[in-house]
DNA sequence: AACAAGTGCAACCGCCTGGGG
DNA sequence: GCCCCAGGCGGTTGCACTTGT
């Protein structure tokens, strides 16, 4: 039996909300707060869907919303997240305050992937990521600035097709990746098997001295604490206020290490993460940063 | 001025996950 | 362990608007 329908079509509005039903959305939501969004429409007296409702809530009608164009900071963050989580769109939204995911993932299929496919489509791959801050004007206009051996990325990044919960995943090094293997030959076969399932949920990591013999998984199956990203992510974003960082929100202290900056350092080619062939390849600092971070927390898990 | 092509974005859709019974 | 439900997610679509010819 299949899963029931969100909600029945018959006598359900549909397509662009009017200023009444924002109104009518926007009161009750004042009133009763958020959730319970299949039974809203019903109490709210809105015939719309309760998932339509969610959606308009959160992508529109929300206070906290910032309204505008995506600032040149925010694009930046937005490549550098996507470079780091692929395709996650409410993960990326959940570091832009007041950006939505719908925004970003419009944004990113439009402005920014456009771009890319177009610069992609002369190129199979690219060299080097310069700083968008060295561009002047809008963040469209340091699009059109770039070059075709300025692009970032492929126009399809490997990590691009998980799901949100696939979430907590580990980075490995390309270390632990071999060592990983020599210690659990059994998981990794178990990998291989469902290679299908994850090939294109993962970004392969090389690295960056030119050993393209040394590959692993850039997200691996391994199934981390969810907290673990978030706290990568913090130590990561922290970087754009201060010229380092440490890790500091929910890690233990052993993984609160100074890490070089990717953001400070954002204007020295050997920092920047680059594309070769649909792959993403980490420059040796970010490896080591991250390598540093994950192993151990890798390990952890592992011997538990 | 008229039309076609391109662009931006709100909204929809189907699938997945987690929680509760 | 199974089933159902609610909520959440990413991918895709549809349409209004803009730009180019």
Not at 169 to 190: F, G, I, N, Y
Not at 275 to 284: F, K, M, N, Q
Request: proline residues 5%.
């Amino acid at each position: 039996m299949g899963r029931s329908p969100c909600c029945a079509k018959e006598g359900v509005n549909r397509g662009a909300w009017t200023a009444m039903e924002d109104k009518i959305l926007t009161d009750y939501i004042k009133a009763n707060g958020e959730g319970k969004w299949r039974n809203l429409p019903k109490k709210a007296g809105l015939r719309r869907c309760g998932k339509s409702c969610r959606l308009r809530w959160l992508n529109y009608l929300r206070p906290d919303i910032k309204r505008g164009n995506i600032t040149l900071d925010e694009e930046e963050l937005i490549i550098r997240l996507h470079n780091l989580l692929g395709n996650r769109w409410s993960l990326i939204a959940g570091r832009l305050p007041g950006r939505t995911d719908n925004e970003i993932k419009n944004y990113w299929n439009t402005t920014i992937g456009r771009k890319l496919q177009s610069s992609s489509s002369n190129s199979g791959f690219v060299s080097s990521r310069p700083s968008l801050s060295s561009f002047q004007g809008s963040p469209k206009s340091a699009l059109e600035k770039l070059t075709i051996d300025d692009t970032l990325m492929p126009v399809e990044p490997r990590v691009s097709h998980a799901k949100a919960p696939a979430c907590p995943k580990a980075l490995l090094s390309p270390a632990s990746c071999q060592d990983r293997e020599a210690q659990a030959p059994d998981m990794v076969d178990d990998k291989d098997q469902s290679s299908d399932r994850h090939e294109d949920q993962v970004t392969t990591v090389r690295a960056s001295d030119g050993n393209s013999n040394v590959s692993c998984n850039f997200m691996a199956d391994f199934e981390l604490d969810a907290n673990f990203l978030e706290a990568f992510l913090e130590s990561e974003l922290a970087t754009d206020t201060q010229q380092s960082c440490f890790v500091n929100s929910g890690l233990d202290d052993s993984h609160k290490r100074e890490l070089p900056s990717l953001t400070s350092s954002r204007d020295s080619q050997e920092n920047l993460a680059f594309i070769d062939h649909g792959e993403t390849i980490l420059s040796e600092p970010d490896l080591q940063c991250m390598a540093s971070l994950l192993e151990d927390e890798i390990d952890g898990f592992i011997t538990t």
